[in-house]
């Protein structure tokens, strides 16, 4: 259970600094802007979709819908700012 926590905080890791790069570049679309403040908008507000009174399915759902919800931003990206915000986060 404890490798599947670090894999996926690694892989969040990862995806947000690629998103947090493609959101400062010059051309980001605006749909990215809003996907990443309804995101962060979920992450911290008090609803979810599995209230966090369940001890373990209510944390679950964080860890598994941000995650994938970041990765589909950042599969929706034009190809030359995914291509910038990969350059940068490597190097």
């Not at 890791?13 to 400062?24: H, K, N, S, T």
């Not at 051309?27 to 979810?48: E, Q």
């Not at 373990?56 to 190809?79: C, E, H, N, S």
Request: hydrophobic share 55%.
């Amino acid at each position: 259970m404890f490798k599947r926590l670090t894999l996926l905080w690694t892989v969040l890791r990862g995806d947000a600094r690629q998103l947090w790069f493609a959101l400062r570049h010059p051309d980001a679309p605006s749909w990215l802007k809003w996907g990443t403040a309804l995101i962060a908008l979920y992450l911290f507000s008090p609803i979810d979709l599995i209230p966090d009174v369940l001890p373990v399915i209510g944390m679950v759902d964080d860890l598994v819908l941000v995650p994938l919800a970041i990765r589909w931003l950042l599969g929706r990206l034009p190809p030359e700012i995914a291509q910038a915000a990969a350059r940068r986060r490597a190097g």
